[in-house]
């Protein structure tokens, strides 16, 4: 199989080695990619370099400009390159779901099926802002690792640098709850601080007659305090019922919002499984 993975906020590509790794090393072609801002694409706030916390909470963020369309692009251009070997089974992650979505619209036929893995799939509503509105969000808890005002830096920012015992928690608790504070700590060094707020609030719903035709997978979290199961199931739902023809194929696994890190070989075999 060809498979092509899409980080979700303030993640990169790096944080998709334990599955790439396993998936190649079972002969599968699989790729992660860096979304432009992210990764080895990353810009950085120079207050973020110095370690100057204050004026980190209001200083512009140097990816503000950058949009979904920028991410689509990325994307797209990645699996026209991997499309040459056979569809692409392309993965979203959380906000990667948004990604997914328009590069589905984009280009349908190259693509095998889409897999949303606790990721958001705009539907009734345009954005990921919208459904982060909706009680179903209610219980989720990662927007108190924001640390500065988007209005004043264009951006959703944390501070991965936050060595202070209560705000990795709070992180551990939001976003990997269930693996220890050392196994977090892991991941979290290689988050990058800024995640542009067009992302957020840009419309990004795809069509029945080309995003629709592609078939689809969502990969239910139970213990996720990010985007927490009622909202993943409405999604689920509004989607379904938008092309009834083809519903997701629903899988769930007992996990945070990040089973990349707490059951990688589990997620594997779900996404083999189609």
Do not use: C
Not at 92 to 98: A, E, V, Y
Not at 223 to 236: F, S, Y
Not at 246 to 259: D, Q, R
């Amino acid at each position: 199989m060809n498979f092509l993975f899409v980080h979700g906020a303030w993640h990169s590509s790096t944080h998709w080695n334990d599955i790439v790794g396993r998936l190649v090393a079972m002969g599968h072609r699989a790729f992660a990619i860096d979304l432009p801002g992210s990764g080895r694409n990353a810009e950085y706030p120079q207050s973020y370099l110095r370690n100057d916390f204050a004026a980190f909470a209001t200083e512009p963020s140097p990816i503000a400009s950058i949009g979904l369309a920028d991410y689509t692009n990325a994307v797209v251009a990645q699996v026209e390159k991997m499309a040459a070997h056979g569809k692409v089974t392309l993965v979203g992650h959380s906000m990667g779901g948004l990604t997914i979505t328009r590069v589905a619209e984009a280009v349908p036929d190259l693509l095998e099926r889409l897999v949303y893995l606790s990721a958001y799939v705009p539907v009734r509503l345009a954005s990921a802002n919208d459904y982060s509105q909706l009680p179903e969000n209610k219980p989720g808890i990662s927007g108190a690792l924001v640390v500065a005002d988007p209005v004043a830096t264009g951006a959703v920012r944390i501070n991965p640098r936050n060595g202070d015992p209560e705000y990795v928690e709070h992180g551990r608790l939001a976003l990997y709850n269930d693996v220890t504070t050392e196994e977090y700590v892991k991941y979290a060094v290689a988050f990058d601080p800024d995640l542009p707020v067009r992302v957020g609030v840009e419309d990004a719903r795809g069509t029945v007659d080309r995003w629709g035709k592609v078939p689809r997978v969502y990969v239910r979290t139970t213990e996720d305090h990010t985007v927490p199961p009622a909202l993943q199931d409405r999604m689920i739902l509004e989607a379904d019922a938008a092309t009834p023809h083809n519903k997701f194929v629903v899988h769930t696994l007992p996990s945070s919002h990040s089973a990349f890190a707490s059951m990688p070989d589990r997620l594997v075999s779900t996404l083999l499984e189609g």
